[in-house]
């Protein structure tokens, strides 16, 4: 599983609260990943980082932030949540393949945010 | 950007029936082509995958074939099970360090004991 945990798992939350969701990884991968997950979307790109302070954005980054201080800890923040968003929430890792020659993505558990 | 789109949205299938789901991507430098299966309430799980550079790839009873001219890859499941019963997902992207995947939507599929 790539030894990627999430964290809360579960979390209902009231409009215009900040959120902080929290990813961390025990096997010292470099590039780590928020994606969203909604009927009708598949999975999309929120925010990625490429090393400890070095960050970018995805596809979806409006209304969202992320930290990375340390290797294994990548946060993502909703500084004012809104229902909009509302959905699933994943933390990913890529991992250079066994022939080195490529990199695989792998998936944390997931955590689902409500906004009412 | 690339695009990915996936098909048939959602797939039921007898017991032992062959399953496949399309996609199509719209990148021509895309050259990774993985596949999640979802379960309920967990996250997407990489099953298989392929490269530009290769044509099929199997493992056990699923397969993933790539037609890079049209820009077309799918995934085989033969003898399906019960178990095989989850959303499946495609993807494209560039392979590098950092990966700009693009996912299709999505294919529910239900084995039907």
């Known amino acids: 599983d790539a030894g990627i945990t999430q964290s809360p798992r579960h979390k209902v939350t009231e409009t215009g609260t900040p959120v902080t969701l929290r990813c961390h990884q025990t096997?010292?991968?470099?590039?780590m990943y928020w994606y969203r997950q909604d009927p009708g979307h598949g999975l999309r790109l929120i925010h990625y980082?490429?090393?400890?302070?070095?960050?970018d954005k995805g596809e979806v980054s409006d209304g969202y932030s992320v930290s990375r201080s340390k290797t294994e800890d990548f946060l993502l923040t909703l500084e004012s949540a809104t229902s909009s968003q509302t959905s699933v929430y994943f933390c990913?890792?890529?991992?250079?393949?066994?022939?080195?020659?490529?990199?695989?993505?792998?998936f944390g558990p997931g955590t689902r945010l409500t906004v009412t | 950007g690339e695009n990915v789109e996936q098909h048939p949205s959602t797939l039921s299938v007898q017991e032992g029936d062959s399953a496949v789901i399309k996609c199509t991507y719209s990148?021509?430098?895309?050259?990774?082509f993985p596949w999640y299966k979802q379960e309920l309430g967990k996250g997407p799980q990489l099953i298989i995958d392929?490269?530009?550079?290769?044509g099929e790839k199997k493992d056990q009873r699923i397969a993933v074939t790539l037609n890079k001219t049209a820009k077309h890859f799918s995934l085989h499941i033969t003898e399906t099970q019960p178990e095989d019963s989850a959303v499946y997902f495609c993807?494209?992207?560039?392979?590098?360090?950092?990966?700009?995947?693009?996912f299709g939507i999505g294919t529910k599929l239900q084995v039907i004991p």
């Open positions: 392929i490269r530009s550079n290769v």
């Open positions: 990913a890792i890529s991992e250079r393949t066994g022939t080195g020659l490529a990199y695989e993505q792998y």
């Open positions: 990148d021509s430098a895309s050259n990774y």
């Open positions: 980082s490429y090393g400890v302070k070095d960050t």
């Open positions: 993807a494209a992207s560039f392979s590098g360090g950092y990966q700009k995947v693009t």
């Open positions: 096997e010292n991968h470099r590039y």
